[in-house]
C-alpha cells in the first residue's frame, strides 16, 4: 500500500482527468437554457403554489359562495373564475398544485433512498440476495402497478399519505433496477477493485465508491419518473382514490371538470395545463441532464 | 415508469451485427430438427419456466394485498345496517372465516385445474365475466399497439433520416410534449376536439365488430388514440436515437454507403431493421404500461371492458375476481415477453443458428 496509486484509481468518479479549461467550459454550460427554462418553470409552478398564498392572499380553495358560481376566467377578483360551487379556480390551482408537488418529490425521494441502496447492495453482494430481488422485481413488473396503487389508495381511504404510500410501492423497484444495473456495470473497474484490495469496508465502497457513479443515472431517472408520478398521483385523484373531494388536487379537478366538459371546457383545460406544463419541464430538464451528463 | 427504466432482459443487443444478415424464413421452416435442438428453444424452455414463479408470485402479492387492506366482502356486500350475526353467516358461506393459508391454497389449486372460482359478490363464475368483457380489452389493447406502433415508426425513420434537420427538430418537440400529456386528459382534450366540437367520433359506448364493423372502429378510434398517442411519442425518441446510432456508428452503414446504396435505403433497410431488435423489446416491457392505462381510460368512454369490473371488484374486495384478472394481465405481459424473445429468435440469425452471442 505504500506505492502511490495513479490518479485513476484514488478519484473513483473521474476516470480520465478532464483536460484544462474544461472546468470553466462546464461552468459557464450550467446556465444552458436546456436547463435553466425547464429549471425556471418548475421554479415559478412550485414558488406560486407555495408562496403565492401566504403574499398575495387568495380566497380559499373550498367554501366558496354558490352566487358567485361559474364565473368565466378575468372576471373580477378572481382570474381564473369560479367552478360551478363558486370556489376560485386560481386558489383552487396553486392548493392542488402543492399535493401534486409535495407526492412528487416524495414518491420520488423514497424510491431513490430506499430503491437506489437495495438496487446497489443487491448487486454488490451478489448471489442469493440479489437473486430473491430480481424475482421479487419481475413479480411487481408483472405485476399491473396501477392495480396495485388502486387497491391499497382505496383500501387505506383517499388521503396524501395513502397516495404516497400507494406510488411508493412501484417507485422503488424501479429505482431499484436502475441502481442495480448501474451497480453491476461498475464490477471489474479498476477502482473499486482497488478499494477492495485496500480493505476498504463494503459500505465505505457503496458509499464513496458506488454512490456517486450511480446516483447521475438515478437523478435524471427520478426527474422523468417524478412526472410520471405527478400524473398518476392525477389518476388516483380521477378516479376519486386521491385527494378526497372538496379539498383540491389537479387530478380530481380535471375529473369534476368531465361533466361540464362541452358546457364549461375551461374547467378542464387549467388544471391540465398546468399538469403538462409541470411534467413537461420535468421531462426536459431530466433529458437535459442526462445529455449533459452522458448518462445512457 | 419501470418499463423505461432497467437493462432489457436475456436477448442479443441490438448494435454490432456484423455485415446485413436478412431473415429467410427458409431455413427456419425447412430445418426441422435444427429447430428442436436450437438454443432459441432452450431458451424459451427456460423463460416459460421462469415465468411460474413470477406468475406465482402476482397471484400470491395480490392475495395478500386484498387481505391486508383494512374493509371486508361481508361489510361491503351487505352494508353498515347488517347485524353481527347477518355478517358471520355471510363469512362462513363465503369461506371468509378460514384463515388466509387455506383460503389461498383453495383458490390456488382451483387455479392450477383451470377452476377460477365464481365472483363473491354476483355469484356469477369468474370465467364468464371474464369471457363477456375479455374481448373488448383486448381489442383495445391491439388497437392501441398497432396505432402507436403504425405512427411511432414512419415518424422516427423520418426524425432520424437528417439528425438535427427540420423533420427532427419538430417531431422531437412533439414527442415530448405529448409524451407529458396524461392519458386521461388527452382523453379528454380528444372528446373536446372530435365528440363535442366536430362531432366526428362518438365520446361514449361501444359497437360490437359484429354489429358494425366502421361503428366498432369508430367507438374505439378515441379511447386508443389516447393512450396510444404518448405511447407512440416514448416510442419515437427511443427509435428515433437508436437508427441514429446506428447510422453513424456501424460499419454495415459504411459498407452499404460505399457500395452505392441509397442514403435511406441504408436507413430502412438496414439500420431501422437492426434498430426492430431494441424495439421489440420495448414494445414488451411497455404492455404492462398500456394495461395499466386501459384501466383508466376504459371507464372514461364507458366501454364494457374489464377495467370497470376490476375497479369495482377492487372497491368490493371481491378477492376472486380481481385474482382473475390480474393473473389474466400478468400472462399477457409475461408471453408477450416471451413471444419478444422468439420473435428474436427468429429475426436475429445469430440465435437462429445458434452461434454464442453477447
Redesign the interface.
Known sequence: MAAPLPDTLLAPGVAVPAPAGAAARRRRRALAPDILIPAAILALIAGGCFLWPLVYPVPAPVGGSILSAGLPPFSPGHILGTDPVGNDILSRILYGGRVSIEVGLAVTLIGLVIGGVMGSVAAYSGGIVDTVLM??????????????A???A???GPSELHVIWALSF??V??FA??A??GTLRLHGQTFMLAARLSGTKAWRILLRHVTPNVLPQLIT?GL??M???I?LE??LS??GLGIPDPAPSWGNM?AL??GT??AQ?VL?LIP?LF??AT??S???LG?ALRKRWGVR | MAAEAGPAPAGPPAQGVPGDHSPGTAQWGSAGRAVLTSPALRVTGKRLLSAVPVLWGVTFLTFVVMNVLPGDTAQELLGANATPAELQTLRLKLHLNEPFWVRYWHWLSGAAQGHLGDSLVSGQPVTSILGQRLPVTFELMIYTFCLSVLIAVPVAAAAAYRPGGLVDRLSMMLSMAGLSIAPYVLALLLVLIFAVNLRVLPAIGFVPLSQSVVGNIKSLTLPALSIGLPLACFYIRLLRADIVEQMQSEDYVVTARAKGVAPWQVLIRHALRNSMFGFLTVLGLNLGTLIGALVIIEPIFSLPGIGQVLLQSISDRDVVVVEAVVLVFALIVVFANLLTDLLYAVLDPRIRYGRPSA
Open positions: 424475482r421479487v422485481l419481475d413479480v411487481l413488473i408483472a405485476f399491473p402497478a396501477l392495480v396495485l388502486v387497491a391499497i382505496e383500501g387505506l412501484f417507485s423497484p424501479a433496477r436502475i442495480r444495473a431517472f422523468l419518473g412526472g410520471v408520478i400524473i392525477g389518476a380521477f378516479l380535471i371538470g368531465q366538459l362541452s371546457p378542464v391540465s399538469l403538462l411534467v413537461l420535468l421531462n426536459l433529458d
